[in-house]
């Protein structure tokens, strides 16, 4: 498989996603984001990072930068599209994630591992996680904590479109729990078509046992099992 | 001729650093203080000569599209 990882200016998990994507043994290229075209992309991941150092907004400007149109056509055409921390933002100012982040509650920038609860098993990102595993990934991020009015929320509901909450050790949602103040613990979500998601945690962090866990291979295996091609093994 | 204009967090949204302000407030000992919100101002300077209902109606659109994100905040748009 062919991943395009989007390129803005002050990105900073881009070579992260591109290395990720190589040790499961798929390619991966930086697509910079004056570009118009994502080629032969399979899929498209928008890393994590301050894209134009977070000004006005976080994602606000990336929104509008030449590549993201081509992401939305991609998106647009079914393309599998997935949003890390910075990404998700982004995704979420382009109107092709529903809601908002918002500054964490605490004020603070959290950089730590959390545990993820899948919630919903029925789409491209998240098909291959087994019913009942906990994700333990790392987070790095100070504008988190997700929001959505509560009609947007009861539809994300009804379509099943809440991926992963924040929970405990034991896998409850907890406030404790909630790093960042996310509404209903919410650490991920897709659209109603379901080939577009968005998370604040970092998989891509998450990929190598060097890294202290493997925990987010599931999610990116998940996407390449829709692509129809089964994840290759672990490099060295 | 400038735009002018003030950017809240919307009133259902969680606002941390209103919650903060308003708290070292009271610490300081300043009664009274029923609430705080922080938000954003911006300001754009309009060339010489610019309509201003023209400009009035450009820079609204650019606010909902652009300057605020109508998911979590709200925005006054004044020209002067």
């Not at chain 1, 399979?42 to 890393?47: E, L, Q, Y």
């Not at chain 1, 994630?97 to 899948?118: D, M, W, Y």
């Not at chain 1, 968005?198 to 999610?219: F, Y």
Request: proline residues 5%.
């Amino acid at each position: 498989m062919n991943f395009a990882v989007l390129q803005f200016p002050a990105s900073n998990c881009d070579q992260d996603a591109v290395h990720a994507m190589r040790v499961l043994g798929h390619s991966a290229r930086l697509v910079w984001h004056k570009d118009s075209s994502l080629g032969d992309a399979d899929a498209v991941i928008v890393p994590g990072g301050f894209s134009y150092g977070d000004y006005l907004r976080c994602g606000a400007i990336a929104r509008f930068s030449p590549v993201m149109q081509a992401v939305k056509q991609f998106a647009d055409n079914g393309g599998l599209v997935i949003g890390i921390c910075n990404g998700f933002q982004v995704l979420c100012e382009a109107h092709l994630l529903p809601g908002a982040l918002i500054r964490n509650r605490s004020l603070q920038f959290r950089c730590e591992h959390v545990f993820l609860k899948t919630v919903a098993h029925d789409s491209p990102f998240t098909s291959q996680i087994p019913a009942g595993k906990l994700l333990r990934v790392p987070i790095a991020h100070g504008e988190g904590c997700y929001f959505a009015d509560a009609d947007t929320l009861a539809q994300m509901k009804a379509n099943r479109q809440i991926l992963w909450q924040y929970c405990n050790a034991q896998g409850d949602v907890t406030d404790d729990a909630n790093p960042n103040g996310a509404l209903e613990g919410i650490a991920g979500v897709c659209n109603e078509r379901r080939n577009v998601a968005g998370l604040m945690p970092h998989p891509e962090r998450a990929c190598e046992p060097l890294l202290g866990s493997t925990d987010g291979r599931l999610i990116f295996e998940s996407m390449i099992h829709a692509l129809g091609q089964k994840p290759a093994a672990l490099a060295a | 001729m400038k735009a002018k204009i003030i950017i809240t967090p919307k009133k259902a949204v969680l606002d941390p650093q209103g919650k903060t302000v308003q708290s070292a407030l009271e610490h300081m000992g300043y009664a009274g203080v029923a609430g705080v919100h922080v938000g954003k101002y911006v300001e754009i300077d309009l060339a010489p000569g610019t309509d201003r209902a023209a400009a009035q109606q450009a820079i609204n659109e650019a606010c909902h599209r652009f300057l605020s994100n109508p998911v979590i905040e709200d925005y006054k748009l004044e020209i002067e």
